[in-house]
């Protein structure tokens, strides 16, 4: 497992560190242009922001590892309601129950669509459940705590949100959306193999939680990286004056937690450092949108979803996370 991770990172490091040393023997004035207290500012602004998030990373993958070995989807569906609307709150509330992080959330649905879940109800859990779960809630309040109506503003909205796409892919959607009938990884009887190290379950779920861990921690390093630079090198004015429009900040905001691609359970604590320059209802939007439609996500969904189901998905999730943020950022969190 290590050395996979090490054989993942080494081809973007070395490069990375050759370049760097040739332009600090070329260039060596570089060095001495650096401005060593924007420097300090990054350092302290990266550490603040990893250190603070990495433990909700940790337990989320924990949590997650269990609920795919010791949790089958076929335990779920027992309790999955028939009619539309007590459904579409079942899988909004999933999430408390089963708290999955964004990263595995496709790969899960996808096998439980294959065993009759109804599409709808299957969205609402992809969009709801990174989210409405007990550890983001937590983080969220830890990155938050001197702000809480955020806390309560970005549950609820995904709440709404989940359950508004939800309804509107029941109304328009009847044709199953998945690209292929069976994937692999799922037996006869639709259950998915365990792996098994040793013969223990215990190593498995510690395993499978380290992966998940390496797999969401270079987003996680990333989006700390360029939240720091930001932080750090970009003039306060120009932040100020994005962050005051009406439009652009929102536009600005979901864009950026499109492309950072964060794992639920550390976004907050990213949009929390923009606190000061930004609306409370662009925040919302970074902390609604990107859980639900970012840029691995989006490959994810193109891979097992057709393309034309993906365009309807996506579309939806931006008209209604952009309009339910400008309402709540303009009827209740203030800037």
């Known amino acids: 497992m290590y050395k996979q991770a090490y054989t993942r990172v080494l081809p973007i490091l070395v490069p990375a560190a050759f370049a760097l040393a040739c332009l600090t023997v070329m260039y060596p004035s570089l060095i001495r242009a650096v401005p ?41 569906r027992r309790f999955m309601p028939k009619h539309p609307v007590p459904g579409i709150l079942f899988a909004c509330v999933l999430g408390l129950i089963f708290p999955v992080c964004e990263c595995g959330m496709i790969p899960l649905i996808r096998r439980m669509i294959q065993k009759g879940m109804p599409v709808y109800i299957a969205v609402v859990f992809i969009l709801s459940g990174p989210i409405l779960n007990p550890v983001v809630f937590g983080a969220t309040y830890m990155a938050f705590r001197l702000y809480p109506e955020m806390v309560y503003a970005r549950m609820g909205l995904a709440f709404v949100v989940s359950a508004s796409i939800g309804l509107i892919i029941y109304l328009t959607w009847k044709d199953n959306p998945l690209k292929h009938a069976f994937a692999a990884g799922v037996d ?10 040793g013969g223990s379950k215990l190593a498995a779920v510690f395993v499978h939680a380290a992966d998940e861990v390496f797999e969401m921690g270079k987003y996680l390093l990333i989006g700390c990286i360029l ?20 439009v652009s900040s929102y ?18 604590f990213v949009a929390s450092a923009f606190l000061t320059t930004f609306s409370g209802g662009s925040l919302l939007a970074f902390l609604v949108f990107g859980p639900m439609l970012d840029f691995k996500n989006l490959l994810m969904l193109l891979s097992v979803f057709r393309t034309k189901f993906v365009l309807l998905l996506s579309f939806l999730i931006c008209t209604v996370v ?9 009827l209740w969190l203030h800037p």
């Open 36 to 76: 060593l207290d924007e420097l300090q500012t990054f350092k302290t602004s990266f550490l603040g922001i990893l250190l603070e998030a990495l433990p909700f990373v940790l337990v989320g993958a924990l949590l997650s590892s269990l609920l795919h070995l010791f949790v089958s989807e076929n335990t779920l």
């Open 188 to 197: 006869a009887e639709g259950e998915p193999h365990s792996p098994t190290h």
């Open 227 to 246: 939240t720091a630079g930001i932080q750090s090198f970009v003039a306060h004015e120009q932040l100020a004056s994005i962050g005051g429009g009406q």
């Open 251 to 268: 536009l600005f905001m979901m864009g950026f937690a499109f492309l950072l691609s964060l794992c639920s359970t550390s976004d907050a």
């Open 322 to 330: 952009f309009t339910g943020a400008a309402l709540v950022g303009t």
